[in-house]
């Protein structure tokens, strides 16, 4: 009996193994392999594949896509033996990229590469070119800050809601200094998990701050989306799949209720609750929200970011929040903004929208300062807008 019983744990303890080598034999591979001259190498095992491409936001490709992947390329891999797709691309600058792979058609991740981020419903591989803006967007030897889940309740929403908030380095240790705050808002197909991923927020803050180019500051990112208590996956609704237009999607109700998530904030951290120590800004989406919630709230706000932002999308009928806006802006401005900053891709979808934004300023006399960057609706572009915003913040 004890010979039959120490068999059956033999077998029993070699089945993870047995069971792994043969559910993962394409994970002996490398991929996205960053060459010294800054070229990146590709590799991906289908030998039943009859067609296998590469879709990324590093390279002009032969077109387009739009599964995911604003102002990405497409390329054909060549099939080598065994049924080994390979790629290498041109050299790079350094950047953050994103990229997925297409097999007869089909989107699928990179498994040989784990760096995976979720935006919203989109999976997407990632990697960084070192010796530039990459290293702002990777981990470095400094001290770095902390993360926290947040759970605040919202009376006018009728629900408890999460958002991520980023407590700089010291922030534990010295319990009496107080601390300015950026509230950081996400775009319509994010959530509060958005900026802290795919944005590299928190890291950006880090190494900003560890440089000596930005002041200590808590970073506040709720979610955008009135109708969403928390990200896919991290709610009582469970793991269900993302999708876009959730109720209370820019239709008034998250900002007439933001002042909720400012008083939460000032309540259980250590800030500087004033006007003259807050900022907001956001992406696409969260420009909209922050042009709209700074100019409804005038003493709140002392500085304003709008990357990308989704200006003149929308009719004031839906929304009291959304009616007078000129006049709004002409009361904010008033009542003195320390710092209002635009950014925007010179073939950003939201160009045009964006530029007669500017020419209200211009008009009415409004400071600003203004950034334009090559390229679009994209993640590379955001990173720059708050890699600039945030040095400027609490001078």
Same mark, same amino acid.
């Given at each position: 009996?004890?010979?039959?019983? %120490?068999?059956?744990?033999?077998?029993?303890?070699?089945?993870? /193994?047995?069971?792994?080598?043969?559910?993962f034999?394409?994970?002996?591979?490398?991929? =996205?392999?960053?060459?010294?001259?800054?070229?990146?190498?590709?590799?991906?095992? =289908?030998?039943?594949?009859?067609?296998?491409?590469i879709?990324?936001?590093?390279?002009?490709?032969?077109?387009?896509?739009?599964?995911?992947?604003?102002?990405?390329?497409?390329?054909?891999?060549? +099939?080598?033996?065994?049924?080994l797709?390979?790629?290498?691309?041109?050299?790079?600058?350094?950047?953050?990229?994103?990229? &997925?792979?297409?097999?007869?058609?089909?989107? &699928?991740?990179?498994?040989?590469?784990?760096?995976?981020?979720?935006?919203?419903?989109?999976?997407?591989?990632?990697?960084?070119?070192? !010796?530039?803006?990459?290293?702002?967007y990777?981990?470095?030897?400094?001290?770095? !800050?902390?993360?926290?889940?947040?759970?605040?309740?919202?009376?006018?929403?009728?629900? $408890?809601?999460?958002?991520?908030?980023?407590?700089?380095?010291?922030? +534990?240790?010295?319990?009496?200094?107080?601390?300015?705050?950026?509230?950081?808002?996400?775009?319509?197909? !994010?959530? #509060?998990? +958005?900026?802290?991923?795919? !944005?590299?927020?928190?890291?950006?803050?880090?190494?900003?701050?560890?440089?000596?180019? =930005?002041?200590?500051?808590? /970073?506040?990112?709720p979610?955008?989306?009135a109708?969403?208590?928390?990200?896919?996956?991290?709610?009582?609704?469970?793991?269900?799949?993302?999708?876009?237009?959730?109720?209370?999607?820019?239709?008034?109700?998250f #900002?007439?209720?933001?002042?909720?998530?400012?008083?939460?904030?000032?309540? &259980?951290?250590?800030?500087?609750?004033?006007k003259?120590?807050?900022?907001?800004?956001?992406?696409?989406?969260?420009?909209?929200h922050?042009?709209?919630?700074?100019?409804?709230?005038?003493?709140?706000?002392?500085?304003?970011?709008?990357?990308?932002?989704?200006?003149?999308? &929308?009719? #004031?009928?839906? %929304?009291?929040?959304?009616?007078?806006? $000129?006049?709004k802006?002409?009361?904010?401005?008033?009542?003195?903004?320390?710092?209002?900053?635009?950014?925007?891709?010179?073939?950003?979808?939201?160009?045009?929208?964006?530029?007669?934004?500017?020419?209200?300023?211009?008009?009415?006399?409004?400071p600003?300062?203004?950034?334009?960057? $090559?390229?679009?609706?994209?993640?590379?572009?955001?990173?720059?807008?708050?890699?600039?915003?945030?040095?400027?913040?609490f001078?």
């Open positions: 009996m004890k010979r039959i019983i %120490s068999i059956l744990a033999a077998a029993l303890l070699g089945l993870p /193994v047995f069971a792994q080598q043969n559910l034999p394409s994970q002996d591979l490398k991929s =996205a392999i960053v060459n010294e001259d800054g070229s990146v190498t590709f590799n991906f095992l =289908a030998p039943k594949a009859h067609k296998v491409q879709v990324g936001d590093f390279m002009e490709g032969e077109k387009g896509t739009n599964i995911g992947m604003a102002s990405s390329g497409i390329v054909d891999m060549t +099939e080598g033996e065994g049924g797709w390979t790629y290498t691309s041109k050299p790079l600058e350094s950047e953050l990229y994103s990229y &997925t792979f297409l097999v007869d058609g089909i989107a &699928t991740i990179d498994p040989n590469h784990p760096y995976v981020f979720r935006d919203f419903a989109t999976l997407t591989n990632l990697f960084v070119i070192p !010796g530039g803006m990459g290293d702002l990777s981990v470095q030897k400094v001290k770095h !800050g902390s993360v926290t889940a947040v759970w605040y309740h919202s009376d006018g929403l009728g629900m $408890d809601r999460r958002m991520n908030v980023y407590t700089p380095y010291g922030y +534990e240790s010295n319990p009496r200094k107080k601390y300015p705050v950026l509230y950081l808002l996400h775009g319509m197909g !994010g959530d #509060e998990d +958005e900026w802290k991923n795919f !944005g590299r927020a928190c890291t950006i803050l880090d190494n900003l701050i560890a440089q000596g180019k =930005a002041e200590p500051m808590i /970073v506040v990112m979610n955008g989306h109708g969403m208590s928390a990200a896919p996956g991290e709610s009582d609704m469970g793991y269900y799949k993302p999708y876009h237009f959730q109720q209370g999607t820019m239709d008034g109700t #900002e007439t209720y933001f002042p909720e998530i400012v008083k939460f904030v000032d309540k &259980t951290f250590r800030t500087q609750a004033d003259a120590h807050r900022a907001i800004a956001g992406l696409s989406m969260g420009g909209f922050s042009a709209f919630i700074s100019a409804n709230y005038p003493d709140l706000f002392g500085y304003v970011g709008l990357f990308s932002a989704a200006v003149g999308v &929308t009719r #004031e009928d839906i %929304s009291p929040i959304y009616q007078n806006f $000129d006049a802006l002409a009361v904010q401005f008033k009542k003195g903004v320390k710092l209002y900053w635009m950014g925007c891709g010179n073939v950003d979808f939201l160009y045009k929208n964006n530029k007669a934004l500017r020419e209200v300023f211009d008009a009415n006399g409004y600003y300062v203004y950034l334009e960057t $090559d390229g679009g609706h994209v993640w590379k572009n955001w990173r720059i807008y708050l890699a600039d915003y945030a040095p400027r913040l001078k």
